[in-house]
């Protein structure tokens, strides 16, 4: 059974950074790409940054040069460093190989960016 569980959210001003992680259950994690996602109140949920199972990265446009996606396969986490946060980053970020599993989404951890 896959389990995802990420943590890290919270209040930060503009400007501000959070580190968000995720840990998976599955022994197999090595083998997956993962992904960071996000959905924001009324739309749709986003992939907003990849990390292959090399380690080669991709991020979307619009958090590029901010966000940092990273892996440690020896504790099967996933990080996403979130610098210079706006207030459109505000949303509840997942995890989840790329491409998704449906039933490996997880509960989520809001962030929000307000002053």
């Known amino acids: 059974q896959v389990q995802l569980v990420e943590s890290g959210g919270g209040l930060v001003q503009p400007g501000g950074s959070l580190r968000l992680s995720c840990a998976a259950t599955f022994s197999s994690f090595r083998v997956f790409a993962m992904g960071w996602y996000r959905q924001a109140p009324g739309k749709q949920r986003e992939l907003v940054a990849v990390i292959t199972t090399g380690s080669g990265t991709r991020y979307a446009d619009s958090v590029k040069g901010r966000f940092t996606i990273s892996r440690d396969n020896a504790v099967n986490t996933v990080y996403l460093q979130m610098n210079s946060l706006k207030s459109e980053d505000t949303a509840v970020y997942y995890c989840?190989?790329?491409?998704?599993?449906?039933?490996?989404w997880g509960q989520g951890t809001q962030v929000t960016v307000s002053s």
């Open positions: 989840n190989t790329d491409p998704p599993l449906r039933a490996a």
